[in-house]
C-alpha cells in the first residue's frame, strides 16, 4: 500500500503505542511519536507490514530511556536560583501564614505537642521497661533457675530454685560456666557506732555475684571481697551514709542478729533498671542455707558457656529430681517417689533468660515486685493511638485552615507558581508546625516529669530524654509526621484549579468530606474507649478499697519492728495498753496488709487410712490479735491464757476447713510437716474457726489459713480510739524512746491496705490521664472539622435565615451531623472496650460485673463536651447576618 | 556559553543539520547520517543527540508541519544557531592544524593517500 489516505489499515501496534505515551513524557511525545509513525508508514512501503511493525516495535524499546522519560520541570527558570533563598521564602510566608492564623496554630501546636509529649512519656517509660537486665555482660546467656512443682493437685511455682541445685548443676552441666546464688533474709537493723538504722534491702550473695553481674566495683576486690563469712559489700550511697567521706574498707557494721560484719567492697548503686535493688550484699556464707533439697532455697543464676544450649542444661536438671529429691520425699512426705508421683505431684526446674525476669515472670516470692509485658503493649497502644490522634488533627486542621487560601492558592499559580513549589510552601508550614511543637512538647515534658516519676514509679530524669538516641528519634519522628499529616492539605491544596478558585468556588467538598468524619470518628472511639476503661478501672478499685475484708482496718496502728525490744516487749505491750486511748495491744507480725512475716507449711490431715497433704499458710497470733483487728469468730473459741495446752492447740479460717474437708472442725487432729527435723513435725487441735478474712490482695481468693498459738514480735497493733492521733503517737514515742534506742516506725492498717493496690491506683490514674488527653485532643480535632464545615456552610445559613430559619433551627442542623458521628464512635468504641476490660478484671478473684452505664456515661460524657465545643462555632455561624454571608462572592 | 566538547555522534547530527537549506527534523537526519556513514540509527538516538545539542545552545528549535502519516503529530524542527556554527569551524581548524603537522611520507609510505581535502 502506497502513501495512504486512510492510516487505518496499517497502523503501529497499539500496545506499544500506549506503552510509548505512558512512558515518554508529555514535552517530548508529540515529536518522537510523529516522527516514529512517519518512519513506520515508509518502512511499510519498503519492507511491509510485518517488517515495520517490528521494526516499530524495536524503535519504541530504544525509546525506553530515562531522557525520554523524565517530566519536565521548571527548570530553566527557578532551578538554577540557590535553593537557601527558595527555602527562606517559604519560611518567612510560612511564618506570615502561621501568624495570620493565631488561633488555628495555637490549636494545632498545643494539639501536636500534648500528643507528642504524652508519646515521648510512654516511650521513656516503655525504653526503660524493656532495658531490664540487658547492661550485664553476656546477659543473653544469663538464666535465673527456677522451681515447679505440683503438690494436692496445687501448683507451686517458686522463684527460686532448692539451696543445693545450683552448684549440683556446676559440678554436672559441661554447659554451665559459673552460677552465683542469692537469698534474702528481710531487713536488718544495721548498727553502726551509736546509730542504728533499718536496712530493707539486704542481700547475701555468692562471691562470684559481682562477676556475673556487671555491678562494677569500686573499692574491693570483685572476686574475693565475699569470699569469707561476715564480709559485706556496700553500694555507692550506702557507703557514703554510713561513713561519709572517710574509708569504708575495713570498717564495721552489725548486721541485727548475724553479728559484726567487716566491709570488704564499695559497688555502684544497682541500676534502676535490674529485677533485684539491694543497698548491701552480704557473703552467701554468712547466711545458713540447709543442703535438703526440699528444705532450702536461694536465688539461682545460671550463666551458660558460649554456644552452649540451654537444652542441655535442663536435661541435666530433669536428672536432679530422681537422683536427689526422690530419696528425701520418703523423709518429709512419708512415702516413696512412685506413690509420690502417683498421686499426680511432681517437681521440676526451669530456667527464664534474666531479661524476661521484669516483664514475663511472675512467680511465688519475686525479689521485687515485677512489672507485666500486658501494660509495655497497653501503652504502647495507648502511645501510637495518642500520636496518631495528635496527627489525624493535625491534618484535619491544616485542611480545614487551607480552606480560607484557595485564594492564595488560585493567585500564587497564576502569577506562575508551580505545583511542586505549593507543596512545597505547604510542607514547609506543617514541618515548622511540627517542630514549634516538638519544642513545645519537650517544654512539657520537662515539666511534667516529676510527676510523670510519680505516676509511674521510675526515676526519670532530663538527662534520661536528652541523652541518647530518644531526642533524635523525637526530631525525626517529628519531621516524619510533618511531612506526613502536611502531605493531604499540601497536595489538595496545590491541586486546585486557579480559575474555579478564583471564581469563588471551593473544591474540597464532598471528596474528602468521608475521610475527615472517619478521622473524628476514629478519634472519638478512641477517647471513648479510654473513658470506659477509666471508669471501670475506677470502680473496681473502688470495690477492692470498699469491700468487707473480714477484719476492721480503721483505726488501728502498728508499730513496726518491735521485736529489738526483747524481754522488755512485754512491759512495754503493758504500758502501751494503760493509754487511755489505745483499746487492745497484740503481737501482730503477721497483718493482712504491707509487710508482714511469712509462713508456709505442709498440713497432714488424717481421713480414715488416707493421709492428705496440704500446703498452707500459717499466722502466729497471740490471745488479744483477733480483738484488736475486729476478725470474728465463728465456731469454737479465740486462744487464752487459761489453758495450758494452747501450743498444741489451732485455729483455721473457714476456707480452711472447707478444704481439709472437715464437717466438724472443732478437736479435729491436724500435724505439720516442717522442714523435715524431727522436731518441726508437730500435731494439734483445732479449737476454733475463724471467719474469712482477706490477708492477701483481692487478685486471690481467699486461701486456707492455719493460726497457730505464738508470738511474733516483730510489729505490734494497736486498736486505738481517738481523734487526736498526734498526740497518742507522741506518747507512743516518749515510751519507746525510754525503753530502747532503736529507731521508731509506725503505719496505720487501712493506708497499708490502700498501698497494696498501688499499681492498680497508677493504672488507673494512668488510664484517667490519658484519657483526659484523648478527649482534649479529640475536641480539637472536632473544633477543626466544624470550623471547616460551618466555614463551607456559610452560604447555605445564609440562604436558610433568608428562608425563615431560626438560630435553634440552624445550631442544632449543625449540630446533629457530630452527634451522629459521636454516636457511631460509641457504637464501635463500646465492644473493643468492653472485651478488653472484662479481660482485665479476670485478673482480680473478687470483682465487679462490667457496668453497662459506663458506656452510656462515656457516650454522654464525650457528646457533652463536642456540644461545648461545637455550639461556640455553631452559633458564632447562625447569628451571622445573611447578608454578610450572601454578598460575598 | 560554555565550551562543550562534542561526541562523535553530536558532531555528526550538526554536520547533517548544517548542511540542510532548511529547518529538519528527526527523520531526515537519520536517513542523511545513515546514507552518509552507512550505519544504522534509531530515532530514539537521533532525538537525544538532537534535544541534547539543542540544549547546549547548537542547535534551536520550533514547531511544525503536522502531516496525516505522523497522524497529525507536529514536527520539532531544527535549525544552526550561530554558536552552532562556530564550533563546527573550530572543530574543522583542529582538525586541519592536526592534518597539517602530519609528516607528508608517513602515510604514503603505508600506501594511502594523504589528501584530506
Known amino acids: 500500500m502506497k502513501k495512504s489516505t486512510n492510516p487505518l489499515p496499517d497502523q503501529p501496534p497499539r500496545w506499544a503505542d500506549q506503552l510509548l505515551e505512558w512512558f515518554v513524557a508529555p514535552h517530548l511525545l508529540e515529536y518522537i511519536q510523529g516522527d516514529l509513525h512517519e518512519n513506520f508508514h515508509k518502512r511499510v512501503a519498503k519492507v511491509g507490514i510485518a517488517r515495520a511493525r517490528r521494526e516499530y516495535l524495536w524503535a519504541v524499546f530504544h525509546c525506553l530511556t530515562p531522557f525520554f522519560t523524565k517530566r519536565q520541570t521548571i527548570k530553566s527558570s527557578y532551578s538554577n536560583q540557590p535553593s537557601t533563598v527558595m527555602l527562606s521564602n517559604y519560611l518567612t510566608i510560612a511564618f506570615r501564614n502561621l501568624w495570620r492564623q493565631k488561633a488555628f496554630t495555637a490549636i494545632n501546636i498545643v494539639g501536636l505537642s500534648v500528643g507528642l509529649a504524652s508519646c515521648l512519656l510512654i516511650v521513656l517509660y516503655v525504653l526503660h521497661e524493656l532495658s531490664y537486665d540487658s547492661y550485664h555482660a553476656h546477659a543473653d546467656r544469663i538464666y535465673r533457675m527456677t522451681m515447679h512443682a505440683r503438690m494436692d493437685e496445687k501448683d507451686i511455682n517458686l522463684a527460686y530454685s532448692t539451696g543445693p541445685s545450683g552448684q549440683a548443676l556446676l559440678r554436672e552441666s559441661s554447659g554451665v560456666e559459673a552460677v552465683t546464688r542469692l537469698r534474702k533474709e528481710g531487713a536488718f537493723l544495721v548498727k553502726h557506732g551509736q546509730d542504728i538504722i533499718k536496712e530493707e534491702k539486704v542481700a547475701f550473695v555468692d562471691s562470684n555475684f559481682f562477676s556475673v553481674f556487671s555491678l562494677p566495683m569500686m573499692k574491693g576486690s570483685p572476686k574475693n571481697a565475699l569470699a569469707e563469712p561476715n564480709t559485706v559489700v556496700l553500694t555507692k550511697t550506702t557507703a557514703q551514709k554510713y561513713f561519709g567521706k572517710a574509708d569504708p574498707i575495713g570498717q564495721s557494721l552489725t548486721l541485727g542478729n548475724l553479728g559484726l560484719f567487716r566491709v570488704t567492697g564499695v559497688c555502684e548503686d544497682v541500676p534502676s533498671n535490674t529485677h533485684f535493688h539491694y543497698d548491701m550484699f552480704g557473703s552467701f556464707e554468712s547466711v545458713k542455707t540447709g543442703d535438703k533439697w526440699l528444705a532450702s532455697g536461694a536465688y539461682t543464676y545460671v550463666r551458660l558457656r558460649e554456644g552452649h544450649s540451654l537444652a542441655q542444661v535442663e536435661t541435666i536438671s530433669r536428672g536432679f529430681v530422681s537422683k536427689y529429691i526422690a530419696p528425701e520425699i520418703k523423709e518429709f512426705f512419708g512415702m516413696d517417689f512412685t506413690e509420690f508421683q502417683k498421686k499426680g505431684n511432681r517437681f521440676g526446674f526451669q530456667f527464664q533468660p534474666i531479661t524476661d525476669i521484669h516483664l514475663r515472670s511472675d512467680l511465688d516470692d519475686e525479689l521485687e515486685a515485677n512489672s507485666d509485658a500486658k501494660y509495655v503493649y497497653i501503652f504502647s497502644v495507648i502511645a501510637f493511638f495518642i500520636l496518631l490522634l495528635a496527627c489525624i488533627n493535625f491534618t484535619n486542621l491544616s485542611t480545614a485552615g487551607s480552606a480560607s487560601r484557595s485564594k492564595e492558592v488560585g493567585i500564587r499559580k497564576v502569577l506562575g507558581s508551580v505545583r511542586t513549589q505549593l507543596v512545597t510552601q505547604f510542607l514547609t508550614e506543617s514541618v515548622l508546625l511540627t517542630f514549634f511543637a516538638l519544642v513545645l512538647a519537650l517544654v512539657l515534658v520537662f515539666l511534667l516529669l516529676p510527676s510523670f516519676n510519680v505516676l509511674s514509679g521510675k526515676q526519670f530524669t532530663v538527662n534520661d530524654l536528652v541523652n541518647g538516641r530518644l531526642l533524635m528519634g523525637a526530631v525525626v519522628c517529628s519531621l516524619v509526621i510533618g511531612l506526613l499529616a502536611g502531605s493531604y492539605p499540601a497536595f489538595v491544596l496545590a491541586s486546585f484549579k486557579p480559575i474555579t478558585v478564583l471564581k469563588g468556588k471551593l473544591q474540597i467538598g464532598g471528596r474528602g468530606g468521608w475521610l475527615r468524619n472517619a478521622l473524628v470518628t476514629t478519634q472519638f472511639v478512641v477517647s471513648i474507649g479510654m473513658i470506659v476503661a477509666t471508669i471501670v478501672a475506677n470502680r473496681q478499685i473502688q470495690f477492692m478499697q470498699n469491700k468487707k475484708v473480714g477484719f476492721d482496718r480503721e483505726q488501728v496502728l502498728v508499730l513496726h519492728d518491735t521485736h529489738v525490744l526483747g524481754a522488755k516487749a512485754d512491759a512495754f505491750k503493758a504500758e502501751l495498753a494503760k493509754l487511755s486511748s489505745v483499746v487492745k495491744v497484740a503481737s501482730a507480725g503477721f497483718l493482712p496488709a504491707g509487710h508482714t512475716s511469712q509462713n508456709v507449711d505442709g498440713v497432714q490431715i488424717q481421713d480414715g487410712a488416707r493421709t492428705a497433704t496440704h500446703r498452707t499458710k500459717g499466722y502466729y497470733i497471740d490471745e488479744d490479735y483477733l480483738p484488736t483487728l475486729g476478725i470474728g469468730l465463728a465456731q469454737g473459741r479465740n486462744f487464752s491464757k487459761a489453758f495450758s495446752t494452747e501450743n498444741t492447740s489451732v485455729l483455721l479460717n473457714e476456707a480452711a476447713v472447707r478444704t481439709y474437708g472437715f464437717k466438724n472442725p472443732i478437736g479435729q487432729q491436724i500435724s505439720t510437716v516442717g522442714d523435715g527435723s524431727a522436731g518441726s513435725k508437730r500435731t494439734y487441735t483445732v479449737v476454733g474457726v475463724v471467719k474469712d478474712f482477706h490477708f492477701e490482695s483481692m487478685h486471690q481468693h481467699i486461701a486456707p489459713l492455719v493460726i497457730f498459738y505464738g508470738k511474733d514480735n516483730n510489729q505490734l497493733a494497736l486498736r486505738i480510739q481517738t481523734n487526736d492521733i498526734p498526740t497518742l503517737l507522741q506518747k507512743i514515742e516518749q515510751q519507746w524512746k525510754a525503753t530502747t534506742d532503736n529507731p521508731f516506725a509506725y503505719s496505720f492498717l487501712n493506708e497499708r491496705f490502700s498501698k497494696m493496690y498501688q499499681s492498680e491506683q497508677h493504672i488507673s490514674q494512668l488510664f484517667a490521664v490519658f484519657a483526659g488527653l484523648a478527649v482534649l485532643i479529640a475536641c480539637l480535632g472536632l473544633f477543626g472539622l466544624a470550623a471547616f464545615t460551618t466555614h463551607q456552610r456559610t452560604k447555605e445559613i445564609g440562604v436558610r435565615k433568608v428562608l425563615g430559619s431560626s438560630v435553634t433551627g440552624i445550631v442544632t442542623l449543625l449540630l446533629t451531623d457530630y452527634l451522629k458521628l459521636i454516636l457511631i464512635a460509641t457504637l464501635i468504641a463500646s465492644p473493643i472496650a468492653g472485651y478488653t476490660m472484662s479481660q482485665w478484671l479476670r485478673d482480680f478473684a473478687y470483682r465487679i460485673d462490667l457496668p453497662w452505664w459506663a458506656f452510656a456515661l462515656a457516650g454522654v460524657l464525650a457528646t457533652i463536651v463536642a456540644v461545648l465545643t461545637v455550639s461556640y462555632l455553631a452559633i458564632k455561624a447562625a447569628l451571622v447576618n445573611p447578608v454578610k454571608s450572601l454578598k460575598a462572592e | ?117
Open chain 2, 1 to 117: 556559553m560554555r565550551k562543550t566538547i562534542l561526541g562523535e555522534l553530536e558532531e555528526l547530527v550538526l554536520l547533517v543539520v548544517a548542511a540542510c537549506n532548511e529547518d529538519v527534523y528527526g527523520i531526515p537526519v537519520m536517513e542523511e547520517l545513515q546514507q552518509q556513514t552507512g550505519r544504522d540509527f534509531t530515532i530514539s538516538a537521533v532525538h537525544t543527540t538532537l534535544y541534547r545539542l539543542e540544549e547546549k545552545g547548537f542547535l534551536s528549535s520550533s514547531v511544525g508541519g503536522a502531516t496525516a502519516e505522523r497522524g497529525g503529530r507536529r514536527k520539532r524542527l531544527f535549525a544552526l544557531t550561530a554558536a552552532g556554527g562556530e564550533v563546527l569551524l573550530e572543530i574543522q581548524q583542529t582538525r586541519t592544524r592536526l592534518w597539517q603537522s602530519i609528516p607528508q611520507a608517513k602515510l604514503e609510505l603505508m600506501g594511502l593517500s594523504a589528501n584530506p581535502f
